[in-house]
């Protein structure tokens, strides 16, 4: 490696937010934290799963939580049906763990195959142990400021915000992009008048003539399309922070695999500019489970509601 490599490789670790590192540090909280409550309660909170189907990205994705619940000392229950399940015997489900109270969170991986209709099977979840964050109470709760589950990629954003000593308040964000996963709630969490929030937002999408007008004015960007590389260097200012959420395949036939990960923003040129960003992968993703099993911790210990 060249000096010029080594040095510029030096300045993008200094600027990089670590999500690996605070999903680790708070899987490690969560597991003190669980370790007290099955002592002094004999509670062990509990995690349902459902994979409906045999797609491959979904399997991976439930066998991650499956493994990081294991790791901080919770109870998994995971259940897997072929991909011809019907919605009905999906629902039954559903109604089972709602009625069992050694299961406190309830997760049905998406996306479902499409004879089920998603919202059907998220409205049937109990509020009470959602633990994704996307039933429409949870979403209300967090709209007018009540306590209740988040979606747990824009509760893993505000954290890494945080631990990393990156100051909100007052602060312009723009968001890119307005899925009810990712848009919407984490511009609802952020403009907030809460001590860890309260910042001026934007969101813009593809109904905007000339994005880059909006990420431009950023302090904070959060991009969250699913288009690889679509935020250049040339749409940031100097300063911005950034949070990649995209995780995009890309051919590269260098590549052992063929393919390379990307996010939402073309690093290269957006590092040189930013005062910290999220790699891809290691930054939103390692946090995204870690604030499922904080939602569950909290459904277990009593802590969602008000």
Known sequence: MSKLMSDKKLMTDKKLIDGKKIAADIRAELKAKTDKLLNDTGIRPGLALLLVGDDPASRVYVNSKIKACAEIGFRSITKELPANTTEAEVLGIVKQWNEDPDVHGILVQLPLPKHIVDNN????????????????????????????????T????????????????????????RSNIVGKPIANLLYQKTPNANAVVTICHTGADDISYYTKQADILIVAVG????????????????????????????????????????????????????????????????????????????????
């Not at 099977?121 to 967090?142: N, Q, W, Y």
């Not at 893993?156 to 723009?174: A, C, M, P, T, Y």
């Open 121 to 152: 099977v998220i409205r049937a979840i109990s509020p009470d142990k959602d633990a994704d964050g996307f039933h429409p109470e949870s979403m209300g709760r967090l709209v007018i400021g009540l306590p209740g589950f988040v979606s747990c």
């Open 154 to 177: 824009p509760a893993g954003i505000l954290e890494l915000l945080i631990r990393s000593n990156i100051s909100i308040k007052g602060k312009h964000v723009v968001v890119v992009g």
């Open 227 to 306: 288009v690889a590389e679509v935020i250049k260097g040339d749409d940031v200012k100097e300063g911005v922070v950034v949070i990649d959420v995209g995780m995009n395949r890309v051919d590269d036939a260098t590549r052992p695999r063929g393919y390379r990960l990307t996010g939402d923003v073309h690093f290269p040129s957006v590092s040189e500019k930013a005062s910290a960003i999220t790699p891809v992968p290691g930054g939103v993703g390692p946090m995204t489970i870690a604030m499922l099993l904080s939602n569950t911790f909290k459904a277990a210990a009593g802590e969602i509601g008000g």
